[in-house]
């Protein structure tokens, strides 16, 4: 049993806890089973299990859970950089949760996953200027076209007396990125989250279409959170960190906290796959 195999069990569309029937099943297992089963895997492996059942959206408290988790990890390994182990110990703690939460972030995004719209900020709408043809009639002029039309003057143009102007206005219009929505999918425009584009010079070279890992997200089908958004938030807590230090040495850092965080739900999927083989 894996971790997928778990996200129906808390969606259950019977009070049967079990993935068949019991009449037909050889399923040896019963729902106080899985039960158990999730409690353990829970106790072996919490920061894995706590990060994937945040990430598939079960529970909030897993995701904060994971988040805290990753944290006190962080803060276990941070000595190891020199750019945070100079930090006070009174603003560590805060750059460390920083990271932990873009780090788990960057970890449950995928093809599916939507952001703010960076074009309207997530409003739907955009302030856009305008020019308006505004045009009226003079009041002298209006008793002379009310004559004009009344004894019918051949070739009489009433507009001809209208006084016309340019007018710019500022009007609230719809977002073209979002179509109003406020969000955008994070899918790679290229490969639309499939991970894999055509490569148009084999394409052309041999003449039919020729696939292979989409070279804008690396065959990941979507976009990561960019690392600046995490260093512009720790530059929110402290100025100790620059943009070259933390290129130099506290993206490195990131980077280990995003991959802890995939090493320990693999590490859940396995705890879970000895507790109910």
């Known amino acids: 049993m894996s971790l997928e195999s778990t996200v129906k069990f ?6 049967n806890f079990n993935p068949t029937s019991r009449c037909t099943s050889t399923e040896p297992l019963i729902g106080t089973d899985y039960i158990a089963a999730m409690g353990m895997t829970m106790a072996r492996a919490p ?3 706590s990060a994937f059942m945040g990430k598939v959206g079960i529970s909030e408290n897993d995701a904060a859970r994971a988040v805290s988790l990753l944290t006190e ?8 950089v020199a750019a945070l ?17 873009y780090a788990y972030l960057d970890y449950c995004r995928s093809a599916a996953s939507v952001k703010p719209c960076d074009c309207c900020h997530g409003e739907g ?16 002029a209006k008793e002379v076209v009310k ?22 206005e500022v009007v609230r219009v719809l977002c073209k990125r979002c179509l109003g929505k406020g969000v955008v999918s994070t899918a790679c425009r290229d490969c639309n989250g499939r991970g894999r584009a055509v490569m148009k010079a084999e394409t052309e070279r041999q ?16 976009e990561r959170i960019p690392s600046t958004d995490a260093h512009n938030a720790v530059c929110g807590i402290t100025d100790a960190i ?6 130099k040495s506290a993206k490195p850092f990131y980077d280990q906290l995003i991959g802890k965080l995939e090493i320990e739900e693999s590490w859940a999927n396995t705890a879970l796959n000895k507790v109910t083989s």
């Open 73 to 80: 990890y962080a803060l276990t390994i941070c000595d190891r």
């Open 10 to 15: 808390h969606y259950a569309k019977t009070s």
């Open 47 to 49: 920061m894995g299990y």
């Open 85 to 101: 182990r100079k930090l006070d110990s009174d603003i560590k703690p805060a750059v460390m949760q920083t990271l932990a939460t």
């Open 125 to 140: 709408f955009i302030d856009a200027e305008v020019f308006s043809t505004k045009s009226y009639t003079p009041f002298p």
């Open 207 to 222: 003449g039919v279409p020729v696939m292979g890992d989409c070279k804008r997200c690396c065959g990941r089908g979507y």
């Open 242 to 247: 620059s943009l070259d230090t933390w290129k």
């Open 147 to 168: 004559a004009s039309v009344r004894m019918g003057v051949e070739g009489f143009i009433p507009s001809s007396y209208e006084k016309r102007r340019q007018v710019q």
